[in-house]
């Protein structure tokens, strides 16, 4: 077994996890990583295709631990770990691409530009009570 199997199966005891779970954990891990590091956004393709890059690695690892020839150890399972791993960023891509549900509420007509959540209060003559310095 590979220190990569070794720290998969060591994070799936440790953390009580199902090695499926594990899987979407790693993607949305680098899928925010990447945006939080890069500067990236989420309804962008470069964040989602490192996803999919760091699924095929770890899969090449995977299968490259398991004994037997290369060719032989490629099956359903690896297939499904993929799928998995794109599971969720896949459905967060498309709905950051179109739809609303991650767009930013716009002001409305009737506030200022610029005001934000404070109060309007109207200027006060020099010397008055609410001029504080």
């Given at each position: ?45 470069r964040p989602w295709l490192l ?52 767009a930013r509420p716009r002001p ?10 404070e109060a309007q209060v109207p ?11």
């Open positions: 077994m590979n220190p990569f199997q070794q720290s998969k199966f060591y994070l799936v005891e440790h953390l009580h996890l199902a090695r499926d779970a594990l899987h979407i954990y790693v993607a949305l891990i680098v899928l925010f990583g990447s945006c939080a590091l890069f500067g990236w956004k989420v309804h962008q393709w996803v999919l890059l760091a699924a095929f690695v770890g899969e090449v690892l995977d299968i490259r631990g398991m004994p037997g020839p290369f060719e032989s150890a490629i099956g359903r399972e690896n297939v499904k770990d993929i799928l998995n791993t794109m599971a969720v960023p896949t459905l967060l891509l498309i709905a950051a691409r179109y739809t609303n549900v991650f409305t007509a009737e506030a200022a530009p610029g005001s934000g959540d200027a006060a003559p020099l010397g008055s009570e609410r001029d504080i310095l």
